[in-house]
């Protein structure tokens, strides 16, 4: 009895100290991991701190993640908006059908004009301008024309019979300013860009020099008249769809009177790309006119007056 005791009591003696012992190695294991934690987030804190710690996988990670699924390309020039082909294609469509269906809008024919104004024919105008001495200039000098730049209030001191006060003449009898031309931002190159704007601008010369308002037989016949020296597409593209939306005696007068001058003028006259119209105000635009070889059509206005006479008059009759 008192042996089986003695037993007992040994066995529990031993189990206790296996257990404490057991206790203790995972403590010091526990207390051995702890530190280890404890002491790499400290070291890995202060790394940061001092801006030391890199983790190539976080990095690469977060570039990725940033990476933008669609991202514009680097501008060229001060308010070019690069596009893809294909945005320029959808520009193309989308201006086409604006145009036709809404002529009136501005911001359509402005589209159509950038979308279509392709770089073979830009750069056929820009080595017209390098063969010539004074469009050689105007690519040099990139002049802007403005009611500033332009002195509006001094060309109406010109005399009459000076380009000068032909155009400033025309601009108020229209009713239109020479601000009102929106800047060029679509096309990629530069000076291609520039070249498109300075044909832009100059759009009101044509306008004064031939005595063509702003109405839409006007704007046909001037568009025309463009196409044939200039070359610009859109041009082209107005002469050829925007009939299609006038009325029979306005359709007829351009086919019978405007488009022949239009065709001739164009054709025969000297590159107009290469005028530098801001150093030829004070010259007589009679002799401009004979110079270029344009020979300046009917007056439109007068022509619409005259036929709205005759069906008033024939009204009254019947």
Same mark, same amino acid.
């Given at each position: 009895?008192?042996?089986?005791?003695?037993?007992?009591?040994?066995?529990?003696?031993?189990?206790?100290?296996?257990?404490?012992?057991?206790?203790?190695?995972?403590?010091?294991?526990?207390?051995?991991?702890?530190?280890?934690?404890?002491?790499?987030?400290?070291? *890995?804190?202060?790394?940061?701190? =001092?801006?030391? /710690? &890199?983790?190539?996988?976080?990095?690469? #990670?977060? !570039?990725?993640?940033?990476?933008?699924?669609?991202?514009?390309?680097?501008?060229?020039?001060?308010?070019?908006?690069?596009?893809?082909?294909?945005?320029?294609?959808?520009?193309?469509?989308?201006?086409?059908?604006?145009?036709?269906?809404?002529?009136?809008?501005?911001?359509?024919?402005?589209?159509?004009?950038?979308?279509?104004?392709?770089?073979?024919?830009?750069?056929?105008?820009?080595?017209?301008? *390098?063969?010539?001495?004074?469009? =050689?200039?105007? /690519? &040099?000098?990139?002049?802007?024309?403005? #009611?500033? !730049?332009?002195?509006?209030?001094?060309?109406?001191?010109?005399?009459?019979?000076?380009?000068?006060?032909?155009?400033?003449?025309?601009?108020?009898?229209?009713?239109?300013?020479?601000?009102?031309?929106?800047?060029?931002?679509?096309?990629?190159?530069?000076?291609?860009?520039?070249?498109?704007?300075?044909?832009?601008?100059?759009?009101?010369?044509?306008?004064?020099?031939?005595?063509?308002?702003?109405?839409?037989?006007?704007?046909?016949?001037?568009?025309?008249?463009?196409?044939?020296?200039?070359?610009?597409?859109? !041009?082209?593209?107005?002469?050829?769809?925007?009939?299609?939306?006038?009325?029979?005696?306005?359709?007829?007068?351009?086919?019978?009177?405007?488009?022949?001058?239009?065709?001739?003028?164009?054709?025969?006259?000297?590159?107009?790309?290469?005028?530098?119209?801001?150093?030829?105000?004070?010259?007589?635009?009679?002799?401009?006119?004979?110079?270029?070889?344009?020979?300046?059509?009917?007056?439109?206005?007068?022509?619409?007056?005259?036929?709205?006479?005759?069906?008033?008059?024939?009204?009254?009759?019947?």
């Amino acid at each position: 009895m008192l042996a089986s005791s003695r037993v007992v009591a040994s066995t529990k003696l031993w189990t206790g100290l296996a257990l404490q012992k057991r206790q203790f190695v995972l403590t010091a294991a526990t207390t051995a991991v702890g530190a280890l934690l404890f002491s790499e987030n400290n070291r *890995l804190a202060n790394q940061m701190e =001092r801006g030391q /710690l &890199h983790r190539k996988d976080a990095r690469e #990670s977060n !570039s990725e993640a940033s990476q933008p699924f669609f991202k514009r390309k680097e501008p060229n020039y001060p308010g070019h908006i690069p596009l893809y082909n294909f945005e320029k294609l959808l520009m193309v469509l989308g201006s086409s059908i604006g145009a036709y269906t809404h002529p009136e809008k501005n911001q359509f024919i402005v589209a159509l004009g950038e979308s279509t104004a392709i770089a073979p024919v830009l750069r056929r105008l820009q080595h017209q301008m *390098l063969s010539d001495p004074v469009g =050689r200039q105007i /690519l &040099h000098e990139r002049p802007r024309m403005t #009611s500033t !730049s332009l002195n509006l209030d001094y060309l109406k001191s010109l005399p009459e019979n000076t380009i000068g006060r032909t155009y400033i003449n025309w601009l108020e009898k229209e009713g239109v300013s020479p601000d009102t031309r929106v800047a060029v931002k679509y096309i990629d190159d530069e000076e291609l860009a520039y070249v498109y704007q300075r044909y832009r601008e100059c759009h009101d010369f044509y306008h004064a020099i031939t005595g063509l308002p702003i109405i839409i037989e006007g704007e046909i016949a001037v568009k025309v008249f463009e196409y044939m020296n200039i070359g610009i597409p859109m !041009s082209g593209l107005g002469a050829l769809f925007a009939p299609f939306h006038i009325k029979p005696s306005q359709r007829e007068r351009l086919y019978s009177i405007y488009y022949p001058w239009a065709f001739k003028s164009g054709l025969n006259s000297k590159p107009l790309i290469n005028v530098y119209w801001e150093n030829i105000l004070e010259e007589d635009i009679n002799e401009f006119r004979e110079k270029m070889g344009i020979e300046q059509p009917p007056d439109l206005r007068a022509l619409r007056k005259e036929y709205f006479a005759k069906l008033k008059a024939a009204k009254k009759i019947v």
